[in-house]
């Protein structure tokens, strides 16, 4: 059974910087592209960044480009979030997905979702 499980999330300061992480057991991940969602209180969940197998192709949602960057390691199974410069407006719960590619995260056609990790951005 595949699982994921993210972990970087806590309190910051606007301005600050956060790196989460996903840790994937029970598949293979190198077969999967990956991804990285968001839901704030009261809002839908929304598209934050994906990346393909070989870390080739990469897609940000416009509220985070060139403040995130997503990124992973095949060989530890692990996928990460940095986050810069971050905004109140990021405060949410963050969860990583597996798809079969970056069109199919970018379409919420996930496979996998991971439990969810905290971020909350302090003004």
């Known amino acids: 059974q595949v699982q994921l499980v993210e972990s970087g999330g806590g309190l910051v300061q606007a301005g600050g910087s956060l790196r989460l992480s996903c840790a994937i057991s029970?598949?293979?991940?190198?077969?999967?592209?990956m991804g990285w969602f968001r839901q704030a209180p009261g809002k839908e969940r929304e598209f934050v960044s994906t990346?393909?197998?070989?870390?080739?192709?990469?897609y940000y949602s416009d509220s985070v480009r060139g403040r995130f960057t997503i990124s992973r390691d095949n060989a530890q199974n692990t996928g990460y979030l940095q986050m810069n410069s971050l905004k109140p407006e990021d405060t949410a719960v963050y969860y990583c997905?597996?798809?079969?590619?970056?069109?199919?995260?970018?379409?919420?056609?996930?496979?996998?979702w991971g439990q969810g990790t905290q971020v909350t951005v302090s003004s």
């Open positions: 997905a597996l798809g079969s590619s970056t069109s199919h995260i970018l379409k919420v056609s996930v496979d996998y």
């Open positions: 029970g598949g293979t991940f190198s077969k999967s592209a």
């Open positions: 990346i393909s197998t070989t870390s080739i192709t990469t």
